[in-house]
């Protein structure tokens, strides 16, 4: 039996489709599985136990990101994976992990500035306020403020987006600014299937907030 080309044409997009449709879901469902493990490790685990947890969790965004090459999703996870496994590592051993994350972060940027609700900017941002200027690293409070108002025009509701411009803020000593933002992360609204994560902001937020007012005199 012989199809007419254009049946031919409509069979192969829509196989075509279908494929890509797979492809995306693959995609969405071990995102979800970074997502989960990394607040895991990063709420509930402490000390050399959360140090191995984001060693074994960064070789598992590595692979998640030779999966899908092109993506800007997993790379922007595997740098939120090794600036947070910097943190809790800190000291000089931490740079070469931050200098990785910024690597990962900017290129997930020039393939999607707004891949998940700007994330990459949010993250980047993050670490050019918390990594050292020069001669030590590349930190620069400047550039950390213009990345954090990147990602709040991207996601201006969000609650990372507020919250980590609000912890900017605090600690440039701007503490009125800074309650604007956090109150703004505060009343945020849940985020499906992140209750973990969103459990542990809420609580950094608290603190933030405490601090803030205790500077402010309220």
Excluded at 12 to 22: P, Q
Excluded at 51 to 58: D, I, N, R, V, Y
Excluded at 123 to 133: A, Q, W
Aim: proline share 5%.
């Amino acid at each position: 039996m012989r199809y007419p080309l254009r049946n031919i044409l409509t069979i192969t997009a829509f196989l075509f489709m279908l494929s890509a449709g797979s492809a995306w879901a693959d995609l969405n469902d071990d995102i979800a599985k970074l997502q989960h493990r990394w607040a895991e490790v990063n709420y509930q685990l402490h000390e050399k136990t959360q140090l191995s947890g984001f060693e074994m969790l960064a070789s598992e965004a590595k692979k998640t990101v030779a999966a899908y090459p092109g993506s800007a999703e997993p790379l922007i996870w595997s740098g939120i994976i090794k600036s947070t496994y910097a943190g809790a590592k800190g000291g000089l051993g931490a740079l070469s992990l931050a200098k990785s994350s910024k690597a990962d972060l900017e290129k997930a940027l020039s393939i999607d500035p707004e891949a998940l609700d700007g994330s990459a900017y949010t993250s980047l941002g993050t670490l050019y306020f918390n990594v050292p200027g020069w001669p030590i690293g590349f930190g620069s409070d400047k550039k950390a403020e213009e990345l954090l108002l990147k990602a709040l025009a991207i996601n201006p509701e969000g609650i990372d987006t507020n919250y980590f411009f609000g912890d900017y803020l605090l600690h440039e000593k701007r503490y009125q600014e800074a309650r604007t933002y956090l109150l703004k992360a505060k009343s945020a609204g849940p985020r499906p299937n992140r209750p973990l994560a969103d459990a542990g902001r809420q609580k950094e937020i608290t603190e933030a907030l405490t601090l803030v007012d205790k500077k402010l005199g309220h």
